[in-house]
């Protein structure tokens, strides 16, 4: 697991569209972050689904104001 540039556990408690159809609740340690990329986008795995990766972005507001967890993409990984 590569080392996270931002505390996650900022986003606690926050809820998220995810690839596999359904919301999800953020907490650390029981969504894995698998990456954290630039502009405060990030890719989580799915807890239902551990072939089900989403793309999340954080929804700022003025570029200050945190204002949720935005789902962009969704991507299955055709794993065995
Ligand atoms: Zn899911």
Same mark, same amino acid.
């Given at each position: 697991?590569? /080392?996270?540039?931002?505390?996650?556990? +900022?986003?606690?408690?926050? @809820?998220?569209? *995810?690839?596999?159809?359904?919301?999800?609740?953020?907490?650390? !340690?029981?969504?894995? =972050?698998? /990456?954290?990329?630039? @502009?405060?986008?990030? =890719? =989580?795995? *799915?807890?239902?689904?551990?072939? +089900?990766?989403?793309?999340?972005?954080?929804?700022?507001?003025?570029?200050?104001?945190?204002? !949720?967890?935005?789902?962009?993409?969704?991507?299955?990984?055709?794993?065995?």
């Amino acid at each position: 697991m590569a /080392s996270l540039r931002r505390d996650m556990s +900022t986003f606690n408690g926050d @809820n998220f569209q *995810c690839a596999c159809g359904s919301e999800h609740t953020f907490y650390t !340690g029981a969504i894995r =972050v698998l /990456s954290e990329g630039f @502009n405060g986008k990030f =890719v =989580v795995l *799915c807890p239902n689904n551990p072939q +089900t990766l989403s793309l999340i972005k954080t929804k700022m507001k003025f570029g200050i104001i945190y204002q !949720g967890l935005q789902y962009l993409a969704g991507c299955e990984i055709d794993g065995e």
